[in-house]
Antibody, heavy 118, light 108 residues
Framework: EVQLVQSGAEVKKPGESLKISCKGS????????IGWVRQMPGKGLEWMGI????????RYSPSFQGQVTISADKSISTAYLQWSSLKASDTAMYYC???????????WGQGTTVTVSS | EIVLTQSPGTLSLSPGERATLSCRAS???????LAWYQQKPGQAPRLLIY???SRATGIPDRFSGSGSGTDFTLTISRLEPEDFAVYYC?????????FGQGTKVEIK
């Protein structure tokens, strides 16, 4: 079964750093793009960026460029989303999803809730 | 960046009725790289349609997608109780993908 399993909920203070993860299984991790999507409380979906674990080619939404870092460790089939200095406005649910060429985002992780509060 | 505008914001319908959701792009979507997703409360989004008109694996045939260029439509031929949810379109034909703001299909 193709699965993406995300790391657990996080509660952080403003200014702290954070790295959340997304582990793929049941398919060739290096052959599919992995994307990250933000959903703020009660709001819609926002595409943040995407990485190809095979060669670490990474693309960012202009809205998130410089605000987060997307990376991957193909040796453990895991993609990451990280912040160096969190803000309260980073409070949201974050989803990872597999993105085969031509097919949109076909398999989604369960989501990671990030709460940033002093 | 391509902006996707979905309409209407909310659609109030009864089970058995037909739902027609619109997604308009600010510029042409390359090669019809347009997808539709369904999201229910507390759940991750689910891919319904890719390539503007191809149903994803396991999606019932009451869901259909159409359109090209800048205008796309998701049609649910006869609403089932489990279809009441929020629907998003997404374009993935440019280097920066984007989602529409969503259409909520609610029970009338």
């Amino acid at each position: 079964e193709v699965q993406l399993v995300q790391s657990g909920a996080e509660v952080k203070k403003p200014g702290e750093s954070l790295k959340i993860s997304c582990k793929g299984s049941g398919y060739s991790f290096t052959s599919y793009w992995i994307g990250w999507v933000r959903q703020m409380p009660g709001k819609g979906l926002e595409w943040m960026g995407i990485i190809y674990p095979g060669d670490s080619d990474t693309r960012y939404s202009p809205s998130f460029q410089g605000q987060v870092t997307i990376s991957a460790d193909k040796s453990i089939s895991t993609a990451y989303l990280q912040w160096s200095s969190l803000k309260a406005s980073d409070t949201a649910m974050y989803y990872c999803a597999r993105a085969p060429n031509l097919y949109g985002m076909d398999v989604w992780g369960q989501g990671t809730t990030v709460t940033v509060s002093s | 960046e391509i902006v996707l505008t979905q309409s209407p914001g909310t659609l109030s319908l009864s089970p058995g009725e037909r739902a027609t959701l619109s997604c308009r792009a600010s510029q042409s979507v390359s090669s019809s790289y347009l997808a539709w997703y369904q999201q229910k409360p507390g759940q991750a989004p689910r891919l319904l349609i890719y390539g503007a008109s191809s149903r994803a694996t396991g999606i019932p045939d009451r869901f259909s997608g159409s359109g090209s260029g800048t205008d796309f439509t998701l049609t649910i031929s006869r609403l089932e109780p489990e279809d009441f949810a929020v629907y998003y379109c997404q374009q993935y034909g440019s280097s920066s993908w984007t989602f529409g703001q969503g259409t909520k299909v609610e029970i009338k």
